[in-house]
Structure formats: structure tokens, C-alpha cells
């Protein structure tokens, strides 16, 4: 099958292997009858709504996902080498992804989101070059690179991870937890995007976290800093005000755990961009702390007028003992 021609799905025999090439589908219900669905070079779209397909694939070649409407591919997938996929839409394997004949991975490309809730076995390369690549499932097995104008995000596991100059990493799905199996290297210019939906409901369910099974090593300078986002969002997670936030009181979030430790971190290195903080802070100030092996986001409120004064007494207090000892001592 080639040519830029439009296939319904619903008249096809049942059987056999199905090649993609340039098609659309046409039905919302567009699971094949049975056969296996061929990548090779082939861009495809759900034409009129969602749609979804439990036929095994074959990636033999690159494909690319456009289209407005998601496509979600439900068996599991074989990879006979590295593929790219450009993703324009909203694609889902839930299947899991496999290698067949040596190392393969996958190259995600396209501004939409490539989603990956299976649990993967391939070891080739995962790389992020455009959009966003959401992992709830695993691809432990594979190293992942995310390049400038990429995320990967989820609450899944993946391998480890390289956030290069412009690439971003945004655990859950609004607040949770991404697990990282093996060491990371983030550079200058990376940035790392936190939520925030509850200031005392807990990592991975009021606020986001990264557990890192590795070291972490910042490669961040005060010339070439790496960003960290404070995202604030409602209880029902729309961007806006954090539940339980009270703007006097001071507050310490875990933002992400190592087990192989960190290295180059630098406050002067990394800077805290408030611009999507909605919460109204009168006067307190947010910083991070190295906190042994990980790293914590400290907000310290502006003290109260009676504190205020409460240590003003106290220097007043002490400057009288040493003025008191030093005139004893001059007698």
C-alpha cells in the first residue's frame, strides 16, 4: 500500500500485516481485526476523533503523528533499530516497546506529546529533541538526552538522564514523582519545572519531586545559571493560588533525592524563576539549600513587627551586659 490515499479501517479484512503509509483514519473505533501495523516512513492521523488500536506494530522505519485528534497504540511495539518519531498531536504506546536484533531506541521529535505507559524493555537511546515525552511507565533500560526545546516529564522511571542548554525535565502530571535510574548531568541553561498544588500535602502528591538513583552532577555556572520554575497551581490544577500557603509562615520542600550524591551545585548557579507563582509572598523570599545529597526549595517569610522587635530587645539587651562587663573590668 502507498500513495497519498485515505484508508477506513472498518473495511479491512481481517489477517495479515497492515502497511501505513499517508493514511487517516476514519472512525473513532478504529482497532484493526487482528494483524500487525507496520511503521516505515509513514505520517499518520486520526481524521474525525481519538482514536485506538490494539494491533501489534512494527517499527521498521521512522513515523510521524499529526492531526489535532490523539492517536493511542494499545499492543506492543518491536523495534528492529532507532526510530524517529515526529509527534504533532498527542500519541500514547501503551504497548510495551521492545528490541529485537541489538540496541534500539527512539527519537522523539515534533512539538505535541509522545506518552509511554508500558513498560519498556529497549536499551537504545532515548532522545528528546522537540515537545514533550511523558514516561508513566518505565524505560529504565535506556539513557535518556533531552535537547533544547524538549521535556520529559511523567511519573514513571527512566534511565539516566542528560539535560542539555534548553531542555527541561517536569515530573507527574501536574504534582508527582519521576524516578531516575542511574546518574544525571544537568547543564547551564536546563531548567527544571516544579509544581506545587498544596505547601504541606507531600512530595509527589502536593508538590513535584525527582528521585535520582545516581549522582547528580550541575554543570550550571553564575554566567550560564540553571532555572528551576516555581509552577503554583489550584487543587484542581489549574494554574493558580497553592492551597495551605501561608505567606508568614516558613516552609522547606524536597525537590529532588540522590543516592550517588551531588556535585557542582552553587546557589550563585542556579536561578528561581517566580513568574508562574501566583500566591502573593509580602515580603519572603525563596532559596535553595544543598540538603545532603539532594536539594531543597526554602521559603523564609518576612518576621513579624513584634519579632522585629523582640530582637531589637535582645541587642539592646546584650549591648548592656557587654557595656555592664566592660566597666566592671575598667573598676
Known amino acids: 500500500m502507498s500513495g497519498d490515499w485515505r484508508l477506513v479501517v472498518a473495511d479491512l479484512s481481517s489477517g495479515g500485516t497492515h502497511r501505513l503509509n499517508r493514511w487517516g483514519l476514519e472512525t473513532t473505533t478504529a482497532a484493526l481485526p487482528t494483524g500487525t501495523l507496520t511503521f516505515n516512513g509513514e505520517a499518520v492521523q486520526a481524521v474525525s476523533g481519538p482514536v485506538q488500536l490494539d494491533n501489534a506494530v512494527n517499527a521498521a522505519g521512522d513515523a510521524s503523528f499529526t492531526g489535532s485528534h490523539p492517536l493511542e497504540f494499545r499492543g506492543p511495539v518491536t523495534l528492529t533499530g532507532t526510530r524517529t518519531l515526529s509527534v504533532e498531536n498527542t500519541t500514547v504506546f501503551s504497548g510495551a516497546i521492545a528490541e529485537v536484533g541489538g540496541s534500539a531506541g527512539l527519537v522523539k521529535e515534533g512539538a505535541g506529546m509522545l506518552i509511554l505507559t508500558g ?39 527512566i534511565g539516566p538522564l542528560t539535560l542539555e542548554s534548553g531542555a527541561g525535565v517536569s515530573p507527574g502530571a501536574s504534582p508527582g514523582m519521576l524516578a531516575v535510574g542511574g546518574d544525571a548531568l544537568w547543564e547551564g541553561g536546563g531548567r527544571y519545572l516544579w509544581e506545587i498544588n498544596d505547601a504541606l500535602a507531600g512530595a509527589g502528591t502536593g508538590w513535584d519531586g525527582i528521585q535520582i538513583a545516581g549522582k547528580l552532577t550541575l554543570s550550571a555556572t553564575a554566567g550560564q545559571p540553571f532555572q528551576i520554575s516555581l509552577i503554583s497551581l489550584m487543587l484542581a490544577q489549574a494554574p493558580g493560588p497553592v492551597h495551605n500557603f501561608d505567606p508568614a509562615q516558613p516552609y522547606h520542600w524536597p525537590l529532588l533525592t540522590t543516592l550517588g550524591g551531588l556535585s557542582g551545585f552553587s546557589a550563585e548557579a542556579i536561578y528561581l524563576d517566580l513568574a508562574n507563582f501566583a500566591n502573593v509572598l509580602e515580603g519572603g523570599t525563596f532559596s535553595i539549600r544543598q540538603n545532603g545529597d539532594g536539594l531543597d526549595l526554602i521559603y523564609t517569610p518576612v518576621p513579624e513587627p513584634r519579632q522585629w522587635a523582640l530582637w531589637a530587645g535582645m541587642g539592646l539587651l546584650t549591648f548592656a551586659v557587654c557595656r555592664r562587663t566592660h566597666l566592671i573590668q575598667e573598676v
Open 119 to 157: 513498560n519498556n524493555t529497549y536499551t537504545g537511546t532515548t532522545r528528546v529533541r522537540g515537545g514533550v515525552l511523558t514516561v508513566n511507565g518505565s524505560i529504565g533500560s535506556s539513557p535518556v538526552i533531552v535537547s533544547a526545546g524538549g521535556i520529559v516529564a511523567g511519573v514513571g522511571t
